[in-house]
C-alpha cells in the first residue's frame, strides 16, 4: 500500500512561529523574573555569607583584645600590689621610727617612766599604722581595682589558701558565712560561690565587713579562717614590737 505524506507548509511556519512566540512571552514573563529572583537570593546569600565573615573576624580580634587585656589586668595586679607593699613597708618603717625617737625622748627625761612611756606611745603608733595603712591601702585599692577585678584578685586568694580552706570546711561543716571588704553584685557571688564550689566549699551566705582591707574572711560561730591584709599587717607590726 502505497501512503502519500505531503507536508503543509502554513501549518509549519504557522507552529513555528507559535513556537517562537511561546519562547519570548515564556522568557520575558517566566524564566526572566525566575532568573531574577535566583540571582537576588544569591546575592543575598552571597552578602549574608559575607556578614557572617566579617562577624566572625570581629569575634576573633575581641576575644583577641580579651587575652591581652587580661594579661595587661594580671601585670596591672602584680604591680599594684607589689607597689602596695612597699608604700605599707615604707609607712610602716616611717611611724616606727618615729615612735621610737618619741620613745628615745622620753627615756633621756626619766629611766623609771620611760618603759611606761615607751610602751604608750609604740600602742599609740602602732594603732596609727593600722589606721593610716587601712586608709592609703583603700585608697589605692579604689583608685587600682574595680568590682570585677576584686572578684579577679579573690579567686586567686581562694588558689593560694586552698589547702587551708578545705581544711577549714571539713571541720566547720555548714553554715560558713564568707565576710568580704566589698558589697557583692549577684552575678559576683554566683561566680564566688562557683568557684568555691570547685573546691568542694559551700557557704551559707556573704557579708561584708569594711574592716577588711583586702582578702576573706571564712567565719563559723568563733571559728574563723582569717585571710585578709589585716592579718599580716598585724603580725608584722606585733613581730617589730
Not at 573576624?57 to 587575652?67: N, R
Not at 578545705?166 to 571541720?171: F, I, L, M, S, V
Not at 557557704?203 to 583586702?214: F, L
Amino acid at each position: 500500500m502505497h501512503m502519500n505524506f505531503s507536508i503543509n507548509w502554513i501549518t509549519l511556519l504557522a507552529s513555528i512561529f507559535n513556537l517562537l512566540l511561546l519562547y519570548i512571552v515564556f522568557k520575558r514573563y517566566l524564566f526572566g523574573p525566575l532568573v531574577n529572583i535566583v540571582r537576588k537570593k544569591r546575592e543575598e546569600w552571597q552578602k549574608k555569607d559575607e556578614e557572617l565573615r566579617k562577624r566572625e573576624e570581629e569575634i576573633k580580634q575581641a576575644y583577641a583584645k580579651l587575652e591581652e587585656d587580661k594579661k595587661r589586668l594580671k601585670a596591672e595586679l602584680e604591680a599594684m600590689r607589689e607597689q602596695m607593699e612597699r608604700e605599707i613597708e615604707e609607712e610602716k618603717k616611717k611611724l616606727l621610727e618615729e615612735a621610737q625617737k618619741k620613745a628615745d625622748t622620753v627615756y633621756k627625761h626619766t629611766v623609771n617612766a620611760a618603759h611606761a612611756e615607751a610602751a604608750r606611745i609604740i600602742e599609740e603608733a602602732t594603732k596609727e599604722v593600722g589606721k593610716i595603712i587601712t586608709i592609703s591601702t583603700t585608697n589605692i585599692l579604689n583608685n587600682f581595682l574595680g568590682t570585677s577585678s576584686q572578684v579577679c584578685l579573690l579567686k586567686m586568694l581562694f588558689k593560694r589558701f586552698s589547702g587551708d580552706i578545705k581544711q577549714y570546711a571539713a571541720k566547720a561543716g555548714k553554715g560558713i558565712i564568707l565576710e568580704l571588704p566589698w558589697y557583692v553584685l549577684p552575678e559576683e557571688e554566683k561566680e564566688i560561690r562557683e568557684s568555691l564550689e570547685e573546691m568542694g566549699v559551700s557557704i551559707a551566705g556573704i557579708k561584708v565587713n569594711e574592716d577588711i582591707i583586702s582578702g576573706f574572711r571564712l567565719v563559723y560561730k568563733d571559728y574563723v579562717l582569717d585571710a585578709t591584709l589585716n592579718r599580716y599587717i598585724s603580725e608584722a607590726i606585733g613581730d617589730r614590737t
